[in-house]
């Protein structure tokens, strides 16, 4: 009876091992080649047993202080290169760019893809580059940089203002209806429309987007990744499924709702935009203006251009919170270049105090310390490691936020970074919170239009202060877990200034 019992488990431990045998196939291939080193890996565990699940990215900075700043780490069947340091990101993504574009097809993608990348954040090939250069071209047509979408995000943090007036300075988690804000923004260009606040179906999309933020970097997700077939028996992945087809069903419904009232001379927002491509596109073999690329490009874009945004702001004001003195200077920067007006873009470059606070808010969060996960696209040799087509390329941008070797003062809130001793604002070349080269974020423009005038609508209304009890050097800075670092506990008094 006890070998009845083992040879399920024998025959699923040999699979584990076939599987891992497989993905490490183009490695073996090339044993007299210099690969990267590493630590040694444990059968069908590889490094899995070293890793912290919760903040891989810990751990991938001090095992670069053993192995340099190109290693590889085995997780499961999937052989990982890790590059740390702005010199080695910089040459990988920049200088290399065309080697290092590519998008490794994880288990998890596939299955909410069916099989194929489509959208484009985590698509690659003809695909990537189809709907990358559409997308940049419509999210500008429709104003991004421009004064149009400046306009809607002067009304959005408006609205924003006045629903944290009404809290009369008392606590509040600001996630949601931050959340709300930068989604509006997005949306206003997406949809042509934005959502009240209180929208029982907008605020059901923000908790849907929220919840798979969590759940896309949780320790479970990253199993599924490596051992897919236990799918089944974690919760979280079949959360993130249905949220998945939740939030595609809202999108379809929302464009098919858009071809009734379609006017190629009067269109009024991306999905018209993308609708009236596919019109043009109808019968064309190969074409990639279908259904399925619209989903994932909406979803993609609606995400992104949520979550990071908000996400930064929230730190943003949990630092002013921590840092008064920091906070009192951007005040007195804002009366004496604004005074009483409303924040406009064109003020930016007469404040390099408030905009060096805002860049080291991006810095010091340091929200996507991973950033996203690149593939090599050929064969390539990088500080002298030969690296195999096809890999899966982790371009740890934590390492590049808190490089020794670029920033003066790496693991502290420092706003001189971007200050030179006359107080001008100085760029950095180390500065890549939207990662670099190719696949450098889309929505990098509209990102910084709306961190500045939103952070700085919100610091000319309000000072913000620790909730009761808790002394501005007790504010807690601990991250939360996701795909994206928010702060684990984020609640501020907003009181209004006279």
């Known amino acids: 009876m006890d070998w009845v019992n083992l040879v399920p488990v024998g025959l699923l431990l040999i699979l584990i091992f076939l599987l891992i045998l497989k993905g490490q196939h183009v490695w073996k291939s090339h044993t007299r080649e210099n690969l990267p080193p590493g630590p040694r890996p444990l059968p069908i565990l590889g490094n899995l047993h ?233 019968g064309k073999a190969n074409g990639y203006f279908h259904n399925e690329n619209l989903i994932e490009v909406v979803r993609n874009l609606f995400a992104a251009g949520m979550e990071t945004t908000s996400t930064t702001l929230r730190w943003g004001l949990l630092l002013m919170a921590k840092y008064p003195e920091i906070q009192k200077k951007v005040q007195a920067e804002i009366e004496e270049v604004i005074g009483s007006k409303p924040p406009r873009i064109e003020h930016r470059t007469q404040m390099p105090f408030t905009d060096a606070v805002i860049h080291e808010v991006q810095r010091f969060a340091n929200i996507l310390p991973l950033n996203l996960p690149h593939e090599t696209t050929a064969d390539v040799t990088l500080k002298g490691y030969f690296i195999p087509k096809g890999t899966y390329v982790v371009p740890l941008l934590a390492s590049v936020l808190r490089d020794e070797s670029q920033w003066e003062k790496p693991d502290s809130f420092y706003p001189q970074h971007f200050l030179d001793s006359k107080g001008k604002f100085v760029k950095k070349e180390a500065f890549m919170p939207f990662s670099a080269g190719r696949r450098i974020c889309a929505g990098e423009t509209l990102a910084k239009m709306e961190l500045f005038l939103f952070f700085t609508r919100l610091m000319q209304k309000f000072t913000f202060h620790p909730p009761p009890g808790v002394s501005p050097s007790d504010v807690d800075l601990s991250p939360s877990i996701g795909i994206t670092v928010s702060p684990l506990t984020g609640a501020v008094c907003a009181v209004p200034r006279s």
Not at 102 to 118: F, V
Not at 188 to 193: H, T
Not at 226 to 234: H, T
Not at 246 to 260: D, G, S, W, Y
């Open 50 to 282: 070293i890793m912290n699940l919760e903040r891989p990215h810990l751990t991938m900075l001090e095992l670069a202080k053993t192995y340099g700043p190109v290693f590889s780490i085995q997780m499961g069947r999937w052989k990982m290169v890790v590059l740390s340091g702005y010199d080695t990101v910089k040459e990988a993504l920049v200088n290399q760019a065309d080697a290092f574009a590519g998008r490794p097809k994880t288990p998890i993608i596939k299955e909410t893809g069916k099989g194929n990348a489509r959208g484009i954040i985590f698509s690659d090939g003809e695909n990537w580059k189809v709907m990358r250069r559409f997308t940049l071209t419509t999210l500008r047509d429709f104003g991004m940089g421009k004064k149009a979408i400046e306009d809607c995000i002067v009304q959005e943090y408006e609205h924003l203002g006045d629903i944290i007036e009404a809290q009369k300075g008392k606590p509040l988690d600001m996630t949601l209806m931050m959340n709300g804000a930068t989604a509006n923004v997005i949306v206003s260009i997406l949809l042509g429309k934005r959502f009240d606040y209180e929208d029982p179906t907008f605020k059901r999309l923000l908790a849907l987007v929220n919840q798979n933020i969590r759940i896309f970097g949780s320790p479970s997700i990253l199993v599924y990744n490596m051992f897919p077939f236990l799918g089944f028996l974690l919760k979280n992945y079949k959360t993130f499924l249905q949220n998945m087809k939740e939030m595609n069903a809202f999108i379809k419904a929302t464009f098919i709702e858009h071809l009734k009232t379609l006017d190629r001379n009067d269109q009024r927002s991306f999905i018209d935009t993308f609708l009236v491509r596919q019109q043009e596109e109808n």
